[in-house]
């Protein structure tokens, strides 16, 4: 009877330990994946910001170089803060109550507004360029949509236990530094 005890116990510990190699070798797959993304988003983030325009290859690189080495779908949300000075008026019915201060405000222009500027225009591709400015602020919101591999096989083990959020969630931005387009045109 120890023997059958023993080899029982034996059994469940090689599979506790499969399954934690297996689970290691999967974390590990995220740990990179998370890497890479935070490369391709801060390189992407910077260089626009360095430059203050965005251009379709610009863009087409930054995405492909998201999906370098993994095979993880990503949210992408992009968003650019214009900067707008509002004279502030004493009455605003009346312009000479002018009291020579302004507000600076910003206004949000979103991926969906981008796009268009970049890829459903009619100028010629290598001419497209969504323009920012000075002052402006550019942010990029990545997340994963599809799970990862160590968190299908975590839930697995602990019956869905685990989180339903995504693992990869990074947020990047700031503020425009330069407009090299002035020099394009």
Not at 89 to 98: K, L, T, V
Not at 105 to 122: A, C, H, M, P
Not at 169 to 181: E, I, L, R, S, T
Request: no cysteine.
């Amino acid at each position: 009877m120890p023997n059958a005890v023993s080899k029982i116990f034996a059994i469940i510990l090689m599979v506790v330990l499969f399954y934690f190699a297996t689970y290691q070798n999967y974390k590990k797959e995220e740990d990179l994946a998370y890497i890479n993304t935070y490369n391709s988003v801060t390189e992407f983030v910077d260089n626009v910001r360095l430059k203050g325009f965005i251009t379709p290859s610009m863009y087409e690189d930054f995405v492909n170089s998201l999906h370098t080495g993994n095979q993880v779908l990503f949210n992408v949300e992009i968003e650019h803060q214009k900067k707008q000075y509002t004279p502030v008026y004493n009455d605003p019915a009346n312009p000479n109550s002018f009291t020579g201060e302004y507000k600076v405000q910003y206004t949000g222009v979103y991926w969906d507004q981008i796009k268009k500027t970049l890829f459903e225009s009619n100028v010629p591709y290598e001419k497209r360029m969504y323009k920012l400015e000075n002052g402006d602020f550019f942010n990029v919101y990545v997340e994963n949509k599809t799970k990862f591999k160590s968190t299908m096989l975590f839930d697995f083990l602990t019956a869905g236990a685990g989180t339903d959020g995504p693992v990869i969630a990074f947020p990047y931005g700031g503020m425009v530094q330069n407009q090299d387009w002035n020099d394009k045109q």
